[in-house]
């Protein structure tokens, strides 16, 4: 396969040198319109909170504070209540369709705000004014506007562009938030999605202020007991189905240790580093099923190709997908991954992370 037969999207997403005249056409769209939305992501990371509140303080500077900023989940992670702001999140989506512009920040499609896509998804499905941003490659296209910027790390990293050529001022407590979005998502600046334009966006977050501390602290140090025992717990089960190193949480495993999805953060990149690997797996056992993460350790590995050969997206070496069933499904899957992974040609650039 060529690159790009492996990306069919990349050659009709934005690039940075769209950035400014994107901002400018949002920023027509949101004057344009009266009553604004912000959607983001369930299972919110900070990339996802930071875009959103970005998003918020954007369209408030713009003069159009909007009607509600939603993330599909019913809490907020313990971990990101340090952003300013936060618990302007809600889950609360009544007054969602009386939005006369939507907008969706770091969604890959828009079914990623998780169930209440389903509660709306005829007025969504419709609605004639929706703008996406995002940096996702595998990103739908799915709204009248679209901003898909894949090689931007971090939605964030866009945002702070657009605040940019907003001339928008951008505060030492927005600046926090949008590190904390580019820092999540690059672990910190160590990702190879991480850029020289990362860098030149984060070096002006500091320069406005930015906490990097708190920012360290809070993503990457700081954790509750739960999250230590699901750790714990997880790592008791980590096995390996060929050249895959995986393991699963199953909901007995999240009441036993008081602990919520989310607190598993950060547990597939360390299974990922485990020598022999060629991909990590990880399943979170959902009502219906499982949601399944996937990372890959070397370049020859595209996940997000494996994902979508089962629904699923995301980046080359972090994808994710759904899979129906129990535990014996999930088995499976696991079984097929690892022979599937076994079978594909190492690159002999392939360099383990
Ligand atoms: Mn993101």
């Known amino acids: 396969l060529s690159a790009d037969d492996r990306q069919p999207s990349a050659i009709r997403h934005e690039t940075v040198e769209d950035i400014p005249a994107q901002a400018e056409a949002i920023r027509l769209l949101v004057t344009g ?14 990339d996802a909170a930071a ?6 303080a ?13 993330t599909g989940d019913t809490q907020v992670p ?18 969602l369709e009386a939005a006369d512009l939507v907008i969706y920040v770091d969604c890959a499609e828009a079914g990623r705000i998780g169930p209440l896509y389903g509660a709306h998804e005829a007025f969504l499905k419709n609605h004639p004014a929706t703008i996406n941003i995002d940096h996702h490659v595998t990103n739908t296209r799915f709204a009248s506007l679209n901003c898909v910027i894949p090689e931007a790390a971090a939605t964030s990293e866009i945002l702070m562009q657009m605040c940019q050529h907003l001339a928008m001022p951008v505060d030492a407590s927005l600046a926090t938030s949008l590190l904390a979005g580019i820092y999540g998502d690059t672990l910190g600046l160590r990702t190879p999605s991480t850029t020289p334009t990362t860098m030149r966006v984060s070096a002006t977050l500091v320069e406005a202020g930015a906490n990097i501390d708190m920012v360290v602290d809070w993503l990457f140090r700081v954790k509750p007991w739960p999250a230590v025992r699901l750790w714990a717990a997880a790592l008791a089960l980590a096995d390996w189905s060929g050249p895959v190193i995986w393991t699963y949480i199953d909901r007995e495993t999240l009441e036993r240790t008081g602990s919520v999805p989310s607190q598993a953060e950060g547990l597939i990149n360390f299974l990922a580093g485990t020598i022999g690997a060629r991909a990590a797996a990880l399943a979170y056992q959902e009502t219906d099923g499982w949601r399944v993460s996937l990372r890959s350790v070397y370049d020859d590995v595209d996940v ?3 994902a979508s050969t089962y629904g699923g997206g995301g980046h080359p070496r972090a994808a994710g997908l759904r899979l129906a069933g129990d535990q014996s499904a999930l ?23």
């Open 78 to 95: 313990e971990n990101l209540m340090f952003l300013t702001d936060v618990l302007v999140l809600t889950s609360d989506d009544r007054a």
């Open 51 to 56: 875009s959103a509140l970005t998003m918020r």
């Open 33 to 46: 319109h009266e009553r604004v939305a912000i959607l983001t992501h369930s299972n919110a990371d900070a």
């Open 304 to 306: 997000a190709e494996l």
């Open 58 to 70: 954007i369209c408030t500077f713009l003069g159009r504070p909007p009607i509600l900023t939603i």
């Open 331 to 353: 088995n499976e899957f696991i079984k097929g991954l690892g022979e599937t992974i076994a079978q594909l040609p190492s690159s002999s650039n392939g360099t383990q992370n």
